[in-house]
């Protein structure tokens, strides 16, 4: 069952839409769609409000801190909180009120995943507070897991085998598919296939939504099996492809039809 879940990208302490793979040390090149006037315990606050779970905090360099802990503070244990984790501070923002901790580049110092650094962060939080994101780019028929801001392409392809070496750590994946993430274009439809029949545990794609018809597409694609987020196309951040009221809608829906398949 596909679900819409909710995000709060964070650059600067504002809630942004960035174009993916633009956002660079030297600050050159940002691409921005959409800047925010509420603070992100705004949109953490209406997620609230609205019963969605599983959305995602996450923090697009230094400086966003204290935004982030706002969102955390409006909506306890109803978010995962991503960006500048680490083993070091991943018991801090579960105790700030993150549901769960998402990590990417600190698993692969110097492009090379480092199994050691995912067992201590299960020493530090367990795997059911653990998220990993792999998020990636695509090259030739294979998606490699993309780190730094998604400007280093490591060597490891995603692959069932990869990623159920990976599951026996985490509780979900979180993956934007960097190439199309922030153009409002369509999904990567193939990597949304591949996810729902590699990932063995639950799994959100982010990444080129632009309508709400995406929602059954990826419901068809990933069999079910792959959650979608809606950034820069929705109406919230300021997009005209997609309704945040659609989205909700369609949450409801697939809750019922669940609900109502279930033999009584």
Same mark, same amino acid.
């Given at each position: ?25 030297d600050g050159t090149g940002l691409r921005t769609n959409f ?41 306890? &244990? ?63 028929? &294979? ?122």
């Amino acid at each position: 069952m596909t679900l819409f879940r909710p995000c709060i990208d964070l650059h600067g302490g504002v809630v942004k839409q960035i174009v993916g793979g633009s956002l660079r040390d030297d600050g050159t090149g940002l691409r921005t769609n959409f800047v925010a006037s509420q603070p992100a315990s705004w949109f953490a606050a209406r997620y609230r409000e609205d019963g969605l779970t599983g959305g995602h905090v996450i923090q697009l360099g230094a400086g966003n801190n204290e935004a982030a802990r706002a969102a955390l503070a409006a909506w306890p &244990d109803g978010l995962h909180l991503g960006g500048g984790v680490t083993a070091d501070n991943a018991a801090g923002w579960i105790a700030a009120g993150a549901q769960k901790v998402i990590v990417t580049s600190w698993l692969f110092p110097g492009g090379a995943y480092a199994p050691e650094r995912t067992a201590a962060l299960v020493k530090a939080v367990g795997r059911d507070r653990l998220v990993i994101d792999v998020s990636c780019r695509r090259r030739g028929d &294979d998606w490699f897991v993309a780190t730094d801001r998604w400007q280093t392409i490591t060597g490891h392809a995603l692959s069932a085998k990869f990623l159920a070496e990976l599951a026996n750590s985490c509780s979900e994946f979180l993956i934007h598919a960097a190439d199309v993430e922030g153009l409002c274009r369509g999904i990567d439809a193939d990597l949304v296939e591949a996810l729902g029949a590699w990932s063995p545990i639950p799994c959100t794609y982010a990444g080129g939504g632009k309508a709400i018809v995406d929602l059954a597409q990826v419901d068809e694609a990933s069999g079910g099996r792959v959650d979608l987020t809606f950034g820069s196309a929705l109406d919230l951040f300021g997009g005209t492809g997609v309704k945040y009221a659609d989205c909700l809608a369609w949450n409801r829906a697939q809750s019922a039809h669940t609900v109502g398949s279930v033999p009584g």
